[in-house]
């Protein structure tokens, strides 16, 4: 496993403490220069690579949002999106860059880990070595033994309905997220699991819903400690080499262990290719590394209109009955619709965190891309 140290930032790159203020150019340069800012472990790609054909045509959503019109590179301008990838059916039917990007540059995906490390939760219960989620976490854990843990299980942690509190507020430097930010910038290896043994009761475990990016985190040791490798490792093995990813990919670090709620950074095509993986219900040539019917399970609503019209399952969003999601906070954004065949990859840079206009206007130019599909059924792709 290679490993990079944050080390000396360069002066025009953002500095690490102030990675949930950063706006306009900083963002764009720090999203995408993570490596250079944080310490990283580094997901390793393999020697294939999962073909993504090109249409021999595109498609060309026109979308409304409002009295607002325009087509895609006028929903990128306004929504600060700094890259869109649609593969319908196997085949790019859209791809577009901006700010600067390019295919080959790595972006960060803030939540959009949450839903690979549970990923890797059904992955390590395939390798036998977890033994199930309805497993108290205290199994794995034990050091949250007499906590306001103590007997919640590992699928109420999954649906983060463990009933514990928790303070997602991204814009409060002194919330349980924005302290966690903290010793991710210091590098520090403060320790997650002391700051979880704290946390109060809330409610009765399995009986509210409630955003803890706490508790992918407590995942993500959970997978660590029972396969005996860094979530990286465990990554690349399982999915990244055999999928047949592009790139390599980036895992960012605190104190040497990933942090499994955030902050991996992955090129837009591979970001497509995961939605293309999940919505294959997790096989690689010809067999699933899940659990029978994980991926029907992970995207399934155990909690209807968590955020919004947003139902929420094994750490993925469910937008629609038979779509589902991985999102991340400024705009970052896997949407996979299996019965159309298509997946929706967006990275993107927010001013806020979950602004409801660019919610809205992402909703929208997602209902043109489904209109714009049937005009991208051609009978023969070129490659790249």
Not at 23 to 44: C, K, L, M, N, P
Not at 257 to 284: K, P, S
């Amino acid at each position: 496993m290679a490993t990079q140290a944050g080390g000396t930032v360069a002066e025009q790159l953002p500095k690490r403490e102030a990675l949930l203020q950063w706006r306009g150019d900083a963002q764009v340069e720090g999203y995408r220069h993570i490596d250079r800012i944080f310490s990283t472990h580094i997901v390793r790609r393999g020697a294939k690579v999962h073909p993504l054909p090109v249409a021999a045509l595109a498609i060309r959503p026109a979308y409304r949002y409002g009295t607002e019109s325009g087509s895609a590179d006028d929903y990128m301008a306004r929504n600060r999106a700094a890259g869109l990838l649609v593969i319908h059916k196997g085949q790019i039917v859209l791809e577009k860059y901006a700010l600067g990007i390019t295919p080959h540059d790595r972006w960060i995906s803030f939540s959009i880990a949450k839903s690979l490390t549970s990923t890797l939760l059904g992955a390590a219960i395939a390798d036998g070595k977890i033994a199930g989620i309805d497993v108290p976490v205290t199994r794995y854990i034990p050091e949250l033994k007499g906590s306001a843990y103590d007997g919640v299980t590992i699928r109420q942690v999954l649906t983060m309905r463990s009933g514990v509190g928790w303070n997602e507020d991204y814009a409060d430097p002194d919330s349980d997220v924005g302290r966690l930010a903290a010793s991710m910038a210091h590098d520090s290896g403060a320790s997650l699991i002391a700051t979880m043994q704290k946390l109060p009761r809330a409610a009765p475990p399995g009986t509210r819903w409630h955003y803890s990016t706490g508790e992918s985190n407590m995942i993500g040791i959970i997978v660590t400690r029972a396969v005996g490798e860094p979530l990286a490792d465990y990554l690349s093995r399982k999915i990244w080499r055999r999928y047949g990813m592009e790139s390599d990919a980036s895992w960012v670090t605190d104190g040497g262990v990933e942090i499994g709620g955030c902050c991996l950074n992955v090129t837009l095509r591979d970001y497509g290719r995961i939605g293309l993986f999940a919505m294959g219900g997790g096989v690689i040539e010809g067999k699933s590394i899940l659990p029978p019917g994980w991926m029907a399970q992970a995207t399934s609503a155990y909690t209807d209109h968590a955020e919004g019209d947003l139902g929420y399952g094994y750490q993925w969003w469910v937008p629609s009955p038979g779509a589902f999601a991985a999102i991340g906070i400024m705009g970052q954004y896997i949407y996979v619709d299996p019965r159309r065949e298509t997946v929706i990859a967006e990275i993107s840079a927010w001013p806020n965190a979950g602004d409801d206009e660019h919610h809205a206007r992402q909703a929208a130019f997602r209902a043109a891309v489904i209109r714009a599909l049937p005009a991208a059924i051609t009978s023969r792709p070129r490659h790249r």
